[in-house]
């Protein structure tokens, strides 16, 4: 499954965030743990619910009264699309307003990503998914 996202500008919070969060997230999940200190902002073209991530965190207290819960889904991001694509991960914090908006995700990658003058990108995910039949609310499904 593919599907075309708008990169958009995030207000700076996820580079202070993951600087704390991903050194107790890579003790559980140590496939991200050398990720790049921010995340890249996407408006997917079609809602995206995942239901089935490839890793849910035990809760993780990351800062001084801070407990929260992380979901990964690997993908491979395209940015612009038709370019090389890189191995990366959708970030999903359970606290986060953007949970509440499945048309919008974070992705993470290994490495900061140059990404002057791109407005577009393509994420590929490598999992059964399926397409909601509500006229009201179309979205995709990763199980």
Known sequence: MQIIGNIRR???????????????IGNEFPEVAACHRGSINLELELPLLVLAPD???????WKTGITEVFDFLRIELEAPPDSSPISAWLYIPHDSPHRRTPHIH??????????????????????????????????????
């Open 106 to 143: 974070e992705v993470i990658t290994t490495t900061q990503l140059n990404l002057a003058g791109v407005t577009m990108c393509r994420i590929r995910i490598n999992r059964s998914a399926f397409q909601l039949p509500l006229p009201q609310f179309r979205a995709l499904v990763v199980v």
């Open 55 to 61: 890793h849910r965190t035990q809760p993780i207290a």
């Open 10 to 24: 995030g207000c700076g919070v996820a580079t202070q965030t993951l600087a704390l969060q991903l050194p107790h």
